[in-house]
């Protein structure tokens, strides 16, 4: 376990807009996996475990040897808050590891234009600024201005904390949220 650095990627199975939407593929790999690959190739050794309540899902990162955090259902609904899967991640990797990881990422596998490069500059920049303060978060933001869900990164006091973040940094990305089948057909067009 990396005590720096844990991802926490939400890969719950049910999707209302798109049916099966983490696991659909891309380049041959299911979408979750596909991004914990390219997740796996970045240079700060991240500790990368997915978060599911999907026996499915389980079976998938048992095949392609990822970690797996199970989910309680409550969490895992389209009501449920993706913030409650990360602390509950969190949570789980304090109880079974005994460490609180430097940083947290949460990051989301509807998104998989993401690139490593892209996380370590975003990583850099988050390691250099408010560098004395305990709650500080990186969104990533598209070019519209607009935060996109690629990734997240939070000090794990930031996970938890019940109030807005004042120390809150952009990294801006290009990368498309897949929602719909048109956004899957667009972000295949742009990968392949």
Same mark, same amino acid.
């Given at each position: 376990?990396?005590?720096?650095?844990a991802i926490i990627i939400p890969a719950r199975l049910g999707s209302k807009r798109?049916?099966?939407?983490?696991?659909?593929?891309?380049?041959?790999?299911?979408?979750?996996?596909?991004?914990?690959?390219?997740?796996?190739?970045?240079?700060?050794?991240?500790?990368? !475990?997915?978060?599911?309540?999907?026996?499915?899902?389980?079976?998938?990162?048992?095949?392609?040897?990822?970690?797996?955090?199970?989910?309680?259902?409550?969490?895992?609904?389209?009501?449920?808050?993706?913030?409650?899967?990360?602390?509950?991640?969190?949570?789980?990797?304090?109880?079974? !590891?005994?460490?609180k990881p430097k940083m947290i990422i949460s990051l989301q596998c509807n998104s998989?234009?993401?690139?490593?490069?892209?996380?370590?500059?975003?990583?850099?920049?988050?390691?250099?600024?408010?560098?004395?303060?305990?709650?500080?978060?990186?969104?990533?933001?598209?070019?519209?201005?607009?935060?996109?869900?690629?990734?997240?990164?939070?000090?794990?006091?930031?996970?938890?904390?019940?109030?807005?973040?004042?120390?809150?940094?952009?990294? !801006?990305t290009n990368y498309i949220d897949i929602h719909t089948e048109r956004d899957y057909?667009?972000?295949?067009?742009?990968?392949?």
């Amino acid at each position: 376990m990396n005590k720096n650095l844990a991802i926490i990627i939400p890969a719950r199975l049910g999707s209302k807009r798109l049916k099966n939407k983490n696991i659909l593929p891309i380049k041959g790999l299911p979408m979750f996996v596909y991004v914990a690959k390219e997740a796996q190739k970045s240079k700060n050794n991240p500790s990368i !475990f997915i978060s599911s309540e999907s026996q499915k899902i389980k079976k998938i990162c048992d095949k392609y040897n990822l970690k797996f955090i199970k989910r309680p259902k409550k969490l895992s609904s389209h009501q449920a808050e993706k913030q409650e899967a990360i602390v509950h991640g969190s949570n789980f990797l304090f109880k079974k !590891f005994k460490t609180k990881p430097k940083m947290i990422i949460s990051l989301q596998c509807n998104s998989p234009e993401f690139s490593h490069k892209d996380l370590d500059k975003a990583i850099n920049i988050f390691k250099k600024k408010f560098t004395n303060k305990k709650n500080k978060e990186l969104i990533s933001v598209g070019k519209d201005n607009c935060q996109n869900a690629s990734f997240r990164i939070m000090t794990y006091d930031a996970v938890f904390q019940k109030s807005l973040s004042t120390n809150v940094i952009v990294f !801006f990305t290009n990368y498309i949220d897949i929602h719909t089948e048109r956004d899957y057909k667009k972000v295949l067009k742009n990968i392949n």
